[in-house]
């Protein structure tokens, strides 16, 4: 068979042991550290959020009112599950940012 362009770069890209649609990180040490480093700053924030203004801060938090809840309670029932889920929201924004920076996005 004859050797065309689309083959060439398929048997190209076989001999490296990649196949066309595998993407190669380009620093996996730097894209590791810098995932790592996310998910502690978040899972940090998280846990500030959850521990400090639902059990830490709650008679600092209770001063101020919503509606007639104290914002320490409301911290300690939904505040934190919020904060969670925007938290889930930034990391795949973040990751996206560092997987086209690392050359590894979908």
């Known amino acids: 068979m004859a050797e065309?362009?689309?083959?060439?770069s398929k048997s190209e890209s076989n001999e490296a042991g990649?196949?066309?649609?595998?993407?190669?990180?380009?620093d996996p040490i730097g894209y590791w550290r810098t995932n790592l480093t996310v998910i502690l700053s978040l899972l940090s924030?998280?846990?500030?959020?959850?521990?400090?203004?639902?059990?830490?801060?709650?008679?600092?938090?209770n001063e101020i009112t919503i509606g007639?809840?104290?914002?320490?309670?409301?911290?300690?029932?939904?505040g934190s599950i919020y904060v969670f889920v925007v938290l889930i929201f930034v990391y795949a924004l973040l990751m996206d940012r560092f997987?086209?920076?690392y050359g590894v996005e979908e």
């Open 99 to 101: 997987d086209k920076k």
């Open 45 to 61: 924030i998280w846990a500030i959020v959850s521990y400090g203004c639902s059990i830490l801060f709650i008679e600092q938090l």
């Open 4 to 8: 065309t362009p689309e083959n060439k």
């Open 68 to 78: 007639k809840i104290p914002l320490g309670f409301w911290f300690a029932q939904q």
């Open 18 to 26: 990649n196949t066309p649609t595998q993407s190669v990180v380009r």
